[in-house]
Structures are given as C-alpha cells and as structure tokens.
C-alpha cells in the first residue's frame, strides 16, 4: 500500500486588499476624507459634549424658574388663606337658638 499525499482541492489565492492596493491611486475623494475625518472625531465629540451640556444648563435654569414660580404661587396662597383666616376671625358667628333641622327625613 502507498501512501500518496494528495493537493488541496484550495488554492491559495494572492488577497489584495482594495484601499492597500498600490496598483491604483486614490480618489480625491477618498484622499480628503483620509485627511479630513481624523481631525473631526475630535470636534465632533466637543461639539456633542458641549451642546449637551448647554442642554443640561438649560434644563437646569427652567427648573430652577419654574420652582420659583411654584414658590410665588404657593406664597399667594399662603396669603389668601390667612387673609380669609382673619377675616372669618372678625365676623360674629351667628348661632341661632332655635333648632333648625337641615332635613326631615324621619316621618315620626
């Protein structure tokens, strides 16, 4: 019996990778984005970073307006009721002696 090594049935293949590829030169295109977006990464993230913190600043004041209102209007109130506290004080009750039934809904 012989042992007899047989061939892949593959063959290996040259790969070329397209953007390695020195066959062809590049694009303009492609030359100004490979320039061009390296240096944008970073302003890119400062501009988000600063835009959301502008937009938690924001949110912040209206917060901050917007208890400073609730405070106003819970000070009014706090007024009102004093006032109608007082003025309820100043007014004689009239007590009358005589019972006066609200309803009669009991028949005997």
Not at 29 to 37: I, N
Not at 63 to 88: G, I, N, S, T, Y
């Amino acid at each position: 019996m012989r042992l007899v090594r047989t061939r892949s049935l593959r063959v290996p293949q040259q790969r070329t990778r397209g953007y390695s590829s020195t066959a062809e030169p590049r694009s303009a295109h492609s030359e100004w984005y490979a320039s061009m977006l390296p240096g944008m990464i970073p302003v890119a993230l400062l501009g988000s970073a600063v835009y959301l913190g502008l937009q938690l600043l924001q949110s912040q004041l209206d917060h901050e307006k917007f208890l400073d209102e609730a405070r106003d209007q819970v000070r009014q109130l706090e007024e009102e009721v004093d006032r109608l506290q007082a003025e309820r004080a100043l007014k004689p009750s009239a007590v009358s002696s005589s019972p006066n039934p609200a309803s009669k809904w009991w028949p005997w």
